[in-house]
């Protein structure tokens, strides 16, 4: 199972960006799907999850502001980012797991992605 993300880079405080992730080697429809971020010197955080349905889940810190979602048809997930903020900045990955249900620990996953970064200048 192959993970790639991409849609990176560096963004001015309050605009937006687009990451996306494309993901080979399974059935994607029968994948839940996360977002991850990680900021240096701090933990791995959820950001977004979503069901094979579409049911999503949020971490308290992006929602409102980011929107993740989900092409079964192009194996791709999508996290739509608006009204960034410095504190956004992250190297921001992508995971699957086996199974529908949703997870909200880094444990729950099962395949990663490389990361993307993004920055967001103040």
């Known amino acids: 199972v192959q993970l790639q993300a991409s849609g990176g880079g560096l963004v001015h405080a309050g605009g937006s960006a687009e990451l996306s992730c494309v993901v080979s080697?399974?059935?994607?429809?029968?994948?839940?799907m996360a977002w991850y971020r990680q900021a240096p010197g701090k933990e791995r955080e959820l950001v977004a999850a979503i069901s094979p349905t579409g049911k999503t889940t949020y971490g308290s810190s992006v929602k409102g502001r980011f929107t993740i979602s989900r092409d079964n048809g192009k194996n791709t997930i999508y996290l739509q980012m608006s009204s960034l903020n410095p504190e956004d900045t992250a190297v921001y990955y992508c995971a699957a797991r086996r199974v529908q249900p949703v997870g909200v620990f880094p444990y729950d996953y099962d395949y990663w992605g490389q990361g993307t970064l993004v920055t967001v200048s103040s």
């Open positions: 080697g399974t059935i994607f429809r029968r994948n839940a």
